[in-house]
């Protein structure tokens, strides 16, 4: 590994003058007092491609010489280094071949497109995207153009770095806990390399979701380690393998990894909205969620949470809803086994549903030459404590089939 460049980084944000914007770093009220501590956000959800890709995408693409930028470049994105990509295309006038994952939000894609004009194509390709990675290189080779990673290069992670002098910067105190997102490592490599040169005292914690533990995974290994399976819903931090650059610099630099539950993300995202107006992405929400496991250790302290991106479909809310409320022990699925009878739904509503309880999913049909119909049905319940009563009540009734939720292949082909 290249020993880490500030010199570099600064040329960075000198080129990213007037193109990246400098994102507030702004103390958030609510956070704060619930953690007894100053919390700040960064927020990179403000750029101009609401993340803060931008960065590490015009920075690499500025250092190619110029027989490189008239081949055209290719990268390949779940959304934000994309937009990153496309934006860095349009301003400098660059071809752009850009391949994202079948699965990513509509909302993404169409950013890209407007970012990009005339300059982008987009492929859609693969599940994942190490899918679309792969076949964006080897694109790459076909056609002698320039592969932009989205982080595992140093250029890019000297654009992402910028956001370092920019909190230290903006910071009127010592900053004791930094916590950083990460997905392939790009952001938290960069940003962790800056504060270990200039503010060493600094705890720095790398976040990233609990079904893409890839980072984790690697320093339980001690070294840079290849998930099978991966968690693919907070898609702008779920890689199977993060890159060996940002390996080498996070294993260096940050002082903990964390995982957060997909669950506990999704409640923040509806926190971060409900209480503040602020609109994120699943992965830019990952540091906050992150704040309950270190609430003791953060009390008093100045903490600060890079909010990576504000790229999220409206499309998806009530999945989101729907995780939260799950993660919560609010929502739970049954198989209800309905006597055959008139008013059986009546009985079902007025005497085992609880006074906070309400019905939010449905599927039943009626078979005459069964002495028992099975409903599928989805309750939400108005305490999480109230789930052993509302079993006992099913029981007693003789209602109850089948309890769905600690079921996982069942419970995802029915709901």
Known sequence: MKSFSLKNVQEAASLLDGVASKTPLMRNMHESKEREANVFFKREDLQEVRSYKIRGAFNKISSLADEELKKGVVCASAGNHAQGVAYSCFLKKVRGVIFMPVPTPKQKLERVRMFGGDFVEIVLIGDTFD?????????????????????????????????????????????????????????????????????????????????????????????????????????????QRVGDLNYAYCSKNLNEMLTVHEGKVCQTILNLYNKDAIVVEPAGALTVA?????????????????????????????????????????????????PQRAGALKEFVAEVLGPNDDITHFEYSKKHNRNMGPAVIGIELGCDGDLASLRSRMVERKFYGEYLNDKPDLFQMLV
């Open 131 to 239: 899918d679309a990675s792969e076949k964006a290189i080897d694109f790459c080779r076909e056609e002698g153009m320039h592969f932009i990673h989205p982080f595992d290069d140093q250029r890019v992670i000297e654009g992402q770095a910028t956001i370092a002098l920019e909190i230290l910067e903006q910071a009127s105190e010592p900053i004791d806990y930094l916590f950083l997102p990460v997905g392939g490592g790009g952001v938290a490599a960069g940003v962790s390399s800056v504060f270990r040169l200039l503010s060493p005292q600094t705890i720095i914690v790398g976040v990233e979701p609990s079904g893409a533990a890839s980072m984790s995974e690697s320093f339980r290994a001690g070294e840079n380690t290849r998930l099978e399976n991966i968690d693919k819903f907070i898609d702008g931090a779920s890689v």
């Open 290 to 338: 992150a704040l309950d496991q270190f609430q003791d250790k953060i009390r008093g302290k100045n903490v600060i949470c890079l909010i990576s991106g504000g790229n999220n479909d409206i499309t998806r809310t009530e999945e989101i809803k729907e995780r939260a409320l799950l993660y919560a022990g609010l929502k739970h699925y049954f198989i209800v086994r309905f």
